[in-house]
């Protein structure tokens, strides 16, 4: 099954930031709800926008949050001490976003990591900075689950993100993260791909369809989550038939069962 990282809980979203500073926690906990029962597989939290605050932010939410659903979350943090404290306040097994290989992320990220019964996202990020091939992204990726595997990570705990970057910017990134996940998925059996879906169309009109549209030739090579908005009624449809369309749905009973939900619609 495809897995949704929903995105909505950020305090870089204004509504949100709002939210945590006054404590409102009917709305954090009315969003977790939308988010569960629209079909997120994980709920990403991430307290990092309110400088000098993003420790008591995160225990605040990650309480809060818990109330609200049995989802296992998304530790969303650059800080290992962050991540340490969230990591001790969960009640399931979280997914870390993230680590890289940029020496300054990887070192600390890579002895947080240690010993830790948590998944992990992998950025393709090293500090050449962004990949400008597809040999660079699935190298990339070769080497972070060969260092994740090195204490103890399985192929199937890890997420590798290949950094999808704008079509607006170089038509060719869409066939370029194409490639790159098709050959990540082949070469390295059994780790997941995901990534932030929307990256693709940054600075575009009609980012939907974009969006959408995208997310289907993704899936198509390989591609079995992402980072997303799962109260996007469209986009969570397009996931369902490109599910369907892949070979991933027996007998196309989630697509149907979306069909007599209204929630696949023409």
């Given at each position: ?57 995160m225990k605040w939410l990650l ?109 060719n990134n869409c066939r370029m ?78 697509f149907l069962k979306g069909v ?7």
């Open positions: 099954m495809f897995t949704i990282i929903g995105e909505r809980i950020n305090t870089t979203l204004k509504m949100v930031q709002a939210a945590v500073a006054d404590r409102d926690a009917d709305y954090i906990q009315d969003d977790v709800i939308q988010q569960a029962e629209a079909g997120a597989t994980y709920i990403d939290v991430n307290a990092g926008a309110r400088i000098g605050h993003e420790t008591e932010d309480e809060v949050i818990q109330k609200a659903t049995d989802l296992p979350l998304c530790l969303d943090s650059p800080d290992p001490d962050v991540l340490e404290i969230a990591y001790g306040l969960v009640s399931q097994k979280p997914l870390v976003n993230s680590i890289s290989l940029e020496k300054d992320r990887f070192e600390p990220m890579f002895a947080y990591l240690q010993g830790k019964e948590c998944r992990i996202i992998a950025l393709c990020m090293d500090d050449s900075g962004m990949p400008r091939s597809v040999d660079d992204i699935v190298s990339r990726a070769h080497r972070l689950v060969g260092e994740l595997g090195r204490i103890g990570f399985k192929h199937e705990d890890i997420f590798i993100d290949p950094l999808i970057q704008p079509v607006g910017v170089d038509t993260a194409m490639a790159a996940v098709k050959a990540i998925t082949t070469e390295l059996e059994g780790v997941h791909v995901t990534g932030g879906l929307s990256n693709i169309s940054y600075g575009l009109p009609q980012r939907r369809i974009v969006n959408r549209t995208f997310l289907s030739f993704m899936m198509a090579v390989g591609m079995d989550s992402a980072i997303m908005d799962p109260l996007d009624s469209a986009l969570m449809a397009c996931v369902r038939t490109s599910e369907m369309l892949n070979g991933n749905d027996d007998y196309c009973m989630n007599r939900a209204g929630t696949i619609v023409s």
